[in-house]
């Protein structure tokens, strides 16, 4: 039996649908055309996408249906975000003429209740029932590989014409002197807290750890971030990066950069890390210590050799087109790739169901898959980076508009952050672009469309988008780019055109 703490009705209600305790597991129906082996993103969505086409299809997970994106990833932190996010305005509210508080009190309970509701609440969307209801024969049990086109579940042994490994990752836990003998978080407890912690370490600068540690600083924690590097973020583009570091420091957050964790250890009540910088040593105290450094792929107990299949440090071997080692067996998401986002999920599944199961030739290396850190603001980013066009020899030229500049950013009293596109040099044609802003991971969408359809940057000056809306900025960029193609010569033609037409 599965339990998730704490044990309230809603959390009851969330295993009843993703892993419910009187769940029988059906009798294998002969041999399957897909069997998809972990019930996250990228495992429903190949079991769900089989069986709407007619497939015979089965899954297979040993935990959570639903996996990290609903029980321990997106949903429950974008619920904390968006209670810290409302506790910011409050903050705030004086800049609009309405009543604020500089302290604002927030019922960390009430939050952490209010996020395992609406959990609950969507869990039925990736439900055992329902899953069932829409033809997908459903075991819940360990899986493992018995042979090159047979696995074994709960004792039972189901063929596949194909499968697909969609068994995600874990938190990777840095092997750190006396880290294992403090108790610590990882997203897979966090959301399992009932009280706020008042000091609260957070260890890891990427988007797990920077998204968390402005959400718990805005409830009231003294946060600390710590982290190796010198920037956070490291896969963004620079000048993002110094938004959200202004931001961090403003909203009180203390950064440790550039510092390399040396100990872990107990002192009184609290739990003490040790760092260093250039010789330097310091010790942060806290509370709570939550580990956010990477992922690692959950391969373990697959018998992955059983089947012929090949596994790395970075997961399991995939070609292009997702196939493993074994011609037989597919894998999607994060067990497999290093672009490890639910989105990336959903689109590896669904380029798995067509090369799987009608003889598709897909690859995964013409995705273009966007990304988005939730912080206030966020961080979208699609494509190439000027550093990345820079290494791979891509001439471009960027087109910039600062929020500032735009009407309803500045009505809405959100003018930190900016829009830039990259289009190849001499063409109108999109390579990347970065949006850091209130809602950057929406408007990014709109840049991701010209990328897959391989439109130029001009379409955007042909669109018409409502004002006044924050989506302007891409338009005014696009206008930007529009200008340039007004060069010297045609410049003079159409003088001579008027000067005649007049």
Known sequence: MIEIEPADAYNQLLVSHVHPADWINPTPRGRYNLIAIGGGTAGLISAL??????????????????GDCLNYGCVPSKALIRCARAARQVQLAPNFGCGGASSVQVDFAAVMERMRRLRARISH??????????????????????????????????????????????????????????????????????????????????PIGCELAQAFRRFGSEVHLVGRREALLPKEDPEAVRVILRQFEEEGIHLHLGWQPLRAERTGDARCLLIERGGERRKILADEILVAVGRRPNVEGLNLEKAGIRCGP????????????????????????????THAADASAR????????????????????????????????GLTRAEARERHVEIDSFRVALSDVDRAVLDGEELGFAVVHVRRGTGRVVGATIVAEHAGDLIAEVTLLMTRRLSLGTLADTIHCYPTQGEVLKRIADSYLRTQLTPSVAGWLRRWFAWRR
Not at 49 to 66: F, K, N, P, Q, S
Not at 139 to 147: E, I, K, P, Q, V
Request: charged share 20%.
């Open 314 to 341: 970075d997961g399991v071997e995939v070609d292009d087109r997702l196939r493993t080692t074994n011609a037989r067996v597919f894998a999607a998401g994060d067990v497999c790739s290093k672009v490890r986002f």
């Open 351 to 382: 380029l798995v169901v067509r090369n799987a199961l009608f003889w598709g030739r897909r690859r995964a290396g013409s995705l273009v898959i966007p990304r988005c850190t939730f912080t206030d603001p966020e961080v979208a980013h699609v």
């Open 49 to 66: 996408g089989a069986a709407g086409l007619g497939a015979r299809a089965a899954i297979v997970e040993r935990h959570l249906l639903g």
């Open 125 to 206: 969307h990736d439900s055992a029932q329902r899953l069932s209801a829409m033809g997908v024969d459903v075991f819940l049990g360990d899986a493992t590989f018995s042979g090159t086109s047979t696995i074994e579940v709960g004792g039972r042994r189901l063929e596949f014409r194909r499968a697909v490994i969609a068994t995600g990752t874990r938190p990777s836990v840095p092997e750190l002197d006396g880290l294992n003998d403090i108790s610590y978080l990882t997203n897979e407890t966090v959301f399992s807290l009932t009280q706020l912690p008042a000091r609260l370490l957070v260890l890891g600068i990427g």
